[in-house]
Nanobody
Framework: QVRFVESGGGWVQPGGSLRLSCLMS????????VAWYRQAPGYERELVAS???????NYADFAKGRFTISRIGARNTVYLQLNRLNAADAAVYYC?????????????WGPGTQVTVSS
């Protein structure tokens, strides 16, 4: 059974940092491009960063230079280091494959982890 469980979110002041983690079980982790997405209230979910099985990475423009994605195959885990956070980064952050995992014709999403940025 596929299960993605995100953790590590919380409240941080502008300029602060967080490290998000995601355990991705039920998939052949080493075969897939994995990614972090985020969704803020009133906005569509957007791709933040992705990591290929060969560790090549891609970032959305807003993430370049501030966020770092990494993956540990032995742990089926993907991380997202968030630095220099600002109010625009506040959102629920989700991990998934890229493109998102499909189950019975629908995209599967875990619960996500909330990131709040405020002073």
């Amino acid at each position: 059974q596929v299960r993605f469980v995100e953790s590590g979110g919380g409240w941080v002041q502008p300029g602060g940092s967080l490290r998000l983690s995601c355990l991705m079980s039920g998939i052949e982790f080493s075969l897939y491009q994995v990614a972090w997405y985020r969704q803020a209230p009133g906005y569509e979910r957007e791709l933040v960063a992705s990591a290929f099985p060969n560790d090549h990475t891609n970032y959305a423009d807003f993430a370049k230079g501030r966020f770092t994605i990494s993956r540990i195959g032995a742990r089926n885990t993907v991380y997202l280091q968030l630095n220099r956070l600002n109010a625009a980064d506040a959102a629920v952050y989700y991990c998934n494959t890229n493109p998102p995992w499909m189950t019975a014709g629908d995209e599967y999403w875990g619960p996500g982890t909330q990131v709040t940025v405020s002073s």
